[in-house]
């Protein structure tokens, strides 16, 4: 077999296995407006924090994150991460995240 065709193969493989990693959906909790923030202003929260949750995932695990009082995150699934990582951004941004919204690995 020629190197070309060796090549052609693996590049084959590596373009099925990557398209079979799945993304993490969007999140799955309810997060309310802050007290009086206009619903426009939510929406770029939102759209933010998701885009922030996204970049998290791509940087890999965070060692400097070890902060949960239950569960580290090197712990966590993909989708779990996406999930905190969503909710600590819009927590800070002033909206309202309900109370044990955060992932815990019993849910793997």
């Known amino acids: 077999m020629s190197i070309l065709c060796r090549v052609q193969i693996a590049v084959t493989i590596s373009g099925v296995v990557t398209g079979c990693v799945s993304q993490p959906i969007g999140p799955a909790v309810a997060v309310k407006p802050g007290r009086d923030k206009p619903f426009t202003v939510f929406l770029r929260d939102d759209a ?3 885009q922030y949750a996204r970049e998290q995932l791509a940087r890999g695990v965070d060692p400097r994150a070890q902060s949960d009082a239950n569960v580290s ?11 905190l990582a969503y ?18 690995t019993q849910s793997e």
Do not use: F, H, I, S
């Not at 995150?73 to 999930?83: K, M, W």
């Open 87 to 104: 909710l600590e951004c819009m927590r800070a941004k002033g909206n309202d995240v309900p109370d044990g919204a955060a992932p815990t």
């Open 48 to 50: 933010q924090c998701k």
């Open 73 to 83: 995150r090197a712990q966590l699934n993909a989708q779990q991460r996406y999930y």
